[in-house]
């Protein structure tokens, strides 16, 4: 037998090149092999967050940069150039890059994309570092997003090279400021406050009628205590801002939904792939947030604004009153306005621009006479002047300051739940105090039961006395459905009290059995009556005592302010006001009911729409290039003095959101600015009559401590 062949008859093999390596050595090599390469696959992706020092604890800009498509055809590069002098121009800004800096190229979308593009993706590549070196140079740009689909990513998906880490190293960025789609910034402040950002191109869901809706989704599937201060992101070419407060947090938050530069401008050429699928115009680039650090004694701030002007009016304003505070003149300064340039503006209701409603609007007159305990009993209410409700309400308010509207409403007057402390509290500190303060006084202040209740009449009373407070002030009270209950058409038994023979009151607790007179006669008990609140008009009651004008549902508000001078040559801002929201509010949405509102029940559209019957509260900016007012009308979604939501029926009661919400409105030309919380609302109005009463004063540059040159 030869010696190769082994005892089973088989060939034997002695040696083989290379050796075979045992399963256990592969599994081995394998998972060192993936783990060393899942470390190089996590070094290409964006970091999951990235903390950034701040070079003070003074205010922060950051201002969204997104969709700017560079070398599209549609792409109006000139808007770009003022998003990145805008950026340089402010010491205290920062740029946030959200995606899509180039137009990219795609061979399936040949007709919108490739033939509708200048320069191949390298050389868009190359103009778009070029054009960003600078401000990367002087350290103005906070962080870049990435690995997201989109035009950036086509190169991505088309070559496998990371174009975000490719453009990074043109300009010379840092590459650790390169976040995932969905990553975080945490800004750190040298006193100790980080303020954190969540950044996408495109986050989770979307909605037809609210740019922000993937970013509140993100929010609520994360606990409070994990949330970022503010969410941003781009993709859609569609503006939002939103700051919302929701039930049973702590804090608010807010969302930015960016614009785009691409598309945009009527002068250049609209973006074929939205035409395509039915769009026109896309909304334009501005959005960014001002961040106020927490400093001794002051809890952080944050101020999200829609456009380039609303940003640089609001971080002047607080750089101001940043500067006043540091000085310790906050308070000199405001005297002195108040005192040199005015103290309370003029507020005068226009007649002849105004209009009454039709009788579907009117209440009921009271009836003349009641039944009472058998008889007929005038009713004293019967010949009470009756109130119309107003479609229309006009003021021209003359003033040289800010005004700031606060839009009040849910403190449910009467129920076991009712605000009346927080209300008052309230409208003296921010309302009274300040005769720069106007307030419009929304749905449910009485409580949808008050009229049913013994003590209607108090409760009435109650809210007379808090409106009366400030009446001059006062721009409307709202007839809402808790007014126009039936229950106030009818008596109600408020107690009892008893009569003697002569028609006396008397206290029946004097009396006791076998009771008798002098002559040693038994006395005759006393009567028991009956005592009741007559009907009457709620609303007719509350105008009358206050001689404050009634509103409906959706009734037009609208208002000059400015200086002495004729109303047209001052600027109009205009509101819808709402009751309930048509069954179309919703649960986790703030401002989507008020949105609807705006879309369908408005025809010419008004500056802002606010009211609501939800528990959550909040503002959103929105873009609309067909409003002739503004481009970015305001939607505010009021909050609960009550201290428990009545609208979500009884198996639902939760705590309502905090109030104070309410708009700025600035003098002579056309600035509206939104405010969510009483603490922001106050903060803001002090900023903005700041800067204006110094202005006026003539003392910019002295209180700032700047040499004129």
Same mark, same amino acid.
């Given at each position: ?145 990435? &690995? ?23 300009? &010379? ?51 409070? =205590? =994990? ?46 792939? &939205? ?177 049913? =209740? ?31 209950? =039936? ?25 006791g059995e076998g009771d008798v007179d002098e002559e040693g006669k038994p006395m005759n008990k006393p009567k028991k009556i009956n005592l009741y609140s007559m009907p009457l008009a709620p609303g007719s009651y509350l105008s009358n005592a206050t001689e404050t004008p009634l509103i409906h549902h959706l009734s037009l508000i609208e208002f000059t302010v400015g200086p002495n001078g004729s109303i047209n040559e001052k600027p109009k801002y205009t509101g819808r006001l ?132």
């Amino acid at each position: 037998m030869s010696t190769i062949e082994n005892r089973s008859g088989r060939w034997g093999v002695s040696g083989a090149v290379p050796e075979l390596i045992t399963q256990a050595e592969i599994n081995k090599l394998f998972l060192d092999i993936v783990e060393k390469s899942q470390k190089i696959e996590r070094n290409y992706m964006g970091r999951d967050e990235v903390d950034l020092n701040t070079r003070t604890s003074g205010s922060m800009m950051l201002v969204c940069g997104s969709d700017l498509h560079i070398a599209s055809l549609a792409t109006d590069h000139q808007k770009v150039k003022d998003l990145f002098s805008f950026v340089m121009n402010n010491k205290n800004a920062m740029l946030v890059l959200l995606g899509d800096e180039i137009e990219g190229l795609k061979e399936k979308y040949m007709q919108t994309n490739t033939a509708r593009t200048v320069l191949d993706a390298h050389k868009q590549m190359d103009i778009m570092a070029e054009m960003l070196r600078p401000l990367v140079e002087a350290d103005k740009i906070a962080a870049m997003v990435s &690995g997201y689909w989109g035009h950036n990513g086509w190169i991505e998906d088309s070559s496998t090279i990371n174009p975000w880490i490719l453009l990074a190293d043109k300009m &010379g960025f840092d590459q650790r400021r390169i976040i995932k789609n969905g990553g975080r910034i945490n800004f750190r402040f040298p006193n100790g406050y980080t303020h954190s950002e969540t950044i996408w191109h495109n986050p989770a869901g979307k909605s037809k009628f609210d740019s922000v809706y993937g970013l509140r989704n993100a929010v609520f599937a994360t606990s409070e =205590s =994990s949330r970022s201060n503010g969410y941003m992101s781009a993709h859609l070419h569609r503006m939002g801002v939103a700051k919302e407060l929701f039930s049973g947090a702590k804090t608010s938050v807010y969302f930015i939904a960016s614009g785009t530069a691409k598309g945009s401008s009527p002068e250049k050429p609209a973006d074929r792939f &939205g035409i395509k699928l039915g769009a026109t115009w896309t909304d334009p680039l501005g959005q960014g947030v001002i961040v106020e650090p927490r400093k001794p004694g002051r809890k952080e701030k944050s101020y999200p604004f829609a456009s380039f002007e609303q940003g640089q009016k609001a971080n002047n304003a607080l750089r101001l009153l940043d500067w006043v505070e540091s000085k310790g003149m906050t308070a000199e300064l405001l005297e002195k306005i108040r005192a040199e340039v005015e103290s309370k503006p003029k507020i005068t209701l226009i007649d002849k621009r105004s209009k009454i409603s039709g009788e579907e609007h009117t209440e009921d007159t009271p009836v003349d006479v009641v039944k009472v305990e058998g008889g007929w009993v005038t009713n004293p209410y019967s010949k009470m002047k009756m109130k119309p409700t107003y479609d229309t309400l006009t003021y021209d308010v003359k003033s040289k300051l800010p005004v700031t509207l606060h839009l009040l409403g849910n403190t449910r007057l009467g129920s076991s739940s009712e605000g009346y402390e927080e209300l008052k509290k309230y409208h003296e500190e921010l309302v009274v105090g300040n005769p720069h303060s106007l307030v419009v006084f929304l749905r449910n202040m009485i409580d949808t039961e008050a009229g049913s =209740s013994p003590q209607r009449m108090e409760i009435l009373n109650r809210f007379r006395d808090v409106i009366n407070g400030a009446k001059d002030q006062t721009l409307a009270i709202m007839m809402c459905e808790s007014m126009r209950n =039936s229950s106030w058409r009818f008596k109600v038994k408020t107690g009892e009290e008893f009569r003697d023979a002569n028609g006396n009151v008397v206290d029946i607790e004097d009396f006791g059995e076998g009771d008798v007179d002098e002559e040693g006669k038994p006395m005759n008990k006393p009567k028991k009556i009956n005592l009741y609140s007559m009907p009457l008009a709620p609303g007719s009651y509350l105008s009358n005592a206050t001689e404050t004008p009634l509103i409906h549902h959706l009734s037009l508000i609208e208002f000059t302010v400015g200086p002495n001078g004729s109303i047209n040559e001052k600027p109009k801002y205009t509101g819808r006001l709402a009751d309930k929201l048509m069954k179309h509010a919703s649960y986790s949405r703030p401002e989507f009911g008020l949105k609807r509102m705006y879309d369908l029940y408005t025809q010419e559209k008004p500056g802002f729409v606010a009211g609501g019957h939800m528990q959550h509260a909040g503002s959103m900016m929105f873009y609309d290039g067909s409003n002739a007012e503004t481009k970015t009308p305001i939607l505010i979604a009021p909050g609960w003095f009550a201290k428990y939501v009545d609208t979500l029926g009884k198996g639902n009661v939760m705590p309502g959101s905090a109030p104070g919400q309410a708009i700025i409105f600035m003098p002579g030309t056309y600035f509206a600015y939104p405010t969510v919380d009483a603490d922001e609302t106050g903060y803001m109005q002090k900023a903005f009559t700041l800067m204006t009463g110094v202005e006026l004063l003539g003392l910019t540059d002295q209180v700032m401590g700047r040499r004129r040159k």
